[in-house]
């Protein structure tokens, strides 16, 4: 079974800085997909950014970026340029690629972000 | 509907209660899951439903927890005898299939006395 560990359950960081979240993951698989979800208040859990493990480059999502590093299985997410809309619980989240139409995710267990103004 | 919707937002059930959660997933995504999100903790999957098949139920924690989509559109997570353990924020998903982003509903939370 795969298991995602987010070892930081809670980070701060000053606004208009840049901030990284850690995420490993442990699985025996070598196609799969990795993501970052935030989760407001609100409770909804909002895609921020999302990696094929095929893929080398690493992804990019305006002010978000991740360094994938499939060999060590790290998954960190950068956050630049952070903003007081940036704060929330952020989930590293795992899905294999062998269940077609089964995209049941695993996540880790949470951090969450402060931004300092 | 523009999202995925649940209802209610928040239950409060006495320990023995029987209580059903409902979700509205977007129309016509395929793909239905549901996932448990105890306090402080990330969700964790329960069951997940393709049109009106429940294909993987390996996440449900007793026979106490019950799921069903019959026409392949609304869902009801129902829950038997509720127990305290069972306190938590209920999330359902939906996505067309395939590799295509899930998109989550607000979660319902369950509170049990």
């Known amino acids: 079974a795969q298991t995602v560990t987010q070892s930081q359950p809670e980070m701060s960081v000053q606004e208009a800085e840049t901030v990284t979240l850690s995420c490993t993951y442990d699985?025996?698989?070598?196609?799969?997909?990795l993501f970052w979800y935030k989760q407001p208040p609100s409770r909804q859990m909002i895609l921020v950014i999302r990696?094929?493990?095929?893929?080398?480059q690493n992804a990019t999502e305006n002010r978000f970026s991740v360094n994938f590093q499939k060999a060590a299985k790290s998954f960190s997410l950068k956050i630049s340029d952070s903003q007081l809309g940036d704060a929330a619980m952020y989930f590293c989240a795992y899905r294999s690629a062998a269940n077609f139409g089964n995209e049941k995710l695993t996540f880790g267990t949470g951090t969450r972000l402060t931004i300092i103004p | 509907g523009a999202g995925v919707s649940q209802s209610p937002r928040y239950k409060v059930a006495k320990r023995g209660q029987d209580v059903a959660l409902r979700c509205d997933p977007i129309s016509g995504h395929v793909s239905l899951f549901w996932y448990q999100q105890a306090l402080g903790q990330g969700p964790e999957f329960l069951t997940y439903?393709?049109?009106?098949?429940?294909?993987?139920k390996s996440g449900l924690p007793s026979d106490r927890f019950f799921a069903e989509r019959p026409e392949g559109s609304v869902s009801t997570l129902k829950i038997q005898r509720t127990q305290q353990e069972d306190s938590a924020v209920y999330l359902c998903a939906s996505s067309w299939q395939g590799i295509s982003p899930l998109h989550f509903g607000n979660g319902t939370r369950l509170t049990v006395t």
């Open positions: 699985t025996s698989e070598s196609d799969y997909y």
């Open positions: 439903f393709q049109n009106e098949a429940q294909l993987d």
């Open positions: 990696q094929e493990a095929y893929k080398q």
